[in-house]
């Protein structure tokens, strides 16, 4: 049988020359992309070791301590989650239109992001309604909790179940942070308490979220433990699936599934170059991010990306332009087609909530950075410059002068 060049036979493919491929779309040098992925991630400040972030997390314990005593709501003991990043960064999924942004360099250095859990939880028969809630969403009631319980959180309830509302905790978690803090910046960004405290000469962020930890697995995820992942043999079970939480979704007295702990340790098994081109993606798309498209999509994106394709791939930094890319793609693909699974939820569209119109005006916008990757690269390299700028600026200003005898 003839082959489809003739008589000749179909010659191998040449293996690809990462460092001098052109990208199709855009005639973008490859080469050229991974050294401004390269120049970014030197040009963003990472988070350092310092005391003044030790001092900013007692400190924001602290006041937790004082909304404790003053409220009386809270856990007497605590166990809180610290994610490196705040939430304009991906670590949680929230409602992105009510998170206003803040700067780095203009209004803060460093951020976190704080699950604080406002209910013990332990050995109370917790049963998620999710019925009446849209995938990935549950309502949870307060009636197999004790008396005292339901009375202090009897003003933060809804309907005859004693179903506590999302929207109302977060609320009342503002108003109580608030004043405990009534020396420091603090701001409601949606269902999020967002504080800034400048310790020396350093600002640090903490988004605080109001929060109900759970343990072991919801019942409406399990089939995602019984498949096969890129991490299998490399975390414990404990450690993928001990416990999940419920976000305040703000939309009454529904709360958001989220696995804020899992991912916690996915993070970890991402392949370098895959996380530099996430975070380059996350920098192009930066005025998108705006309009109700955030980093916790792309997360999403970058995760699943883990499941189609070998970390031999992804772990070669010559390859991190690809993953760029490719996550610009998958994003285009997500938002044309109006669909982007959750990674542990394969049936809840986490793009639920964006309009048809808002999703084509999205659509558009990531077309535009495809077309040229380099040109917004380039933007967010001066970007991050101009962010240490403003940094360096803020400590010049506030530094001690020295009087010289």
């Known amino acids: 049988m003839a082959s489809p060049c003739g008589d000749h036979p179909i010659p191998k493919p040449v293996p690809a020359k990462p460092l001098t491929d052109l990208d199709f779309r855009s005639g973008a040098r490859i080469e050229e992309l991974n050294q401004l992925i390269q120049e970014y991630e030197a040009r963003s400040p990472g988070t350092r070791d310092v005391p003044e972030l030790h001092q900013a997390k007692d400190a924001v314990f602290s006041l937790l301590g004082l909304v404790q005593k003053s409220e009386g709501k809270l856990p007497p003991v605590n166990r809180y989650l610290i994610l490196s990043g705040g939430a304009q960064l991906g670590t949680i999924n929230t409602d992105l239109g009510m998170l206003y942004p803040l700067s780095r360099g203009g209004d803060y250095d460093t951020d976190f992001t704080l699950l604080v859990p406002i209910l013990n939880a332990t050995g109370v028969p917790i049963t998620l309604d999710m019925k009446q809630s849209p995938p990935g969403h ?148 930066g005025g998108s991010l705006l309009k109700g498209l955030g980093p916790y999509h792309l997360f999403t994106l970058t995760l699943w990306s883990c499941e189609r394709l070998p970390t031999s791939y992804l772990g070669r930094e010559e390859n991190a332009a690809h993953a760029l890319l490719g996550l610009l793609d998958d994003l285009s693909s997500s938002l044309v087609h109006r669909r982007l699974p959750s990674y542990f939820l394969s049936q809840w569209n986490i793009l639920e909530g964006l309009s048809r119109r808002a999703m084509e005006n999205l659509a558009q916008e990531v077309a535009s950075v495809r077309a040229d990757p380099c040109q917004y690269l380039r933007q967010a390299v001066e970007g991050a410059k101009e962010a240490k700028r403003l940094a360096k600026a803020f400590r010049n200003q506030n530094s001690p002068s020295v009087v010289l005898p």
Do not use: N
């Not at 004790?146 to 905790?169: M, N, P, R």
């Not at 009534?182 to 310790?199: A, F, H, M, N, P």
């Open 138 to 285: 549950t309502q949870i009631s307060l009636r197999p909790f004790d008396a005292e319980t339901l009375h202090h959180w009897s003003d933060c309830c809804s309907g005859d179940e004693a179903y506590l509302s999302a929207e109302l905790v977060s609320d009342w978690f503002f108003r109580a942070f608030s004043m405990a803090a009534k020396d420091v910046r603090v701001e409601q960004r949606g269902c999020i308490t967002s504080v800034v405290l400048s310790i020396g000469l350093h600002r640090v962020l903490y988004d605080i979220v109001p929060v109900v930890a759970m343990k072991g697995w919801p019942e409406v995820a399990q089939p995602w433990l019984t498949q096969p992942h890129f991490w299998d043999g490399k975390l414990k079970d404990e450690e993928v699936a001990g416990g999940f939480y419920l976000l305040p979704s703000i939309s009454g007295a529904d709360w958001r599934l989220a696995f804020s702990a899992s991912e916690l340790h996915l993070r970890k098994m991402l392949p370098l170059p895959l996380v530099h081109a996430f975070r380059a993606a996350m920098a192009v798309l």
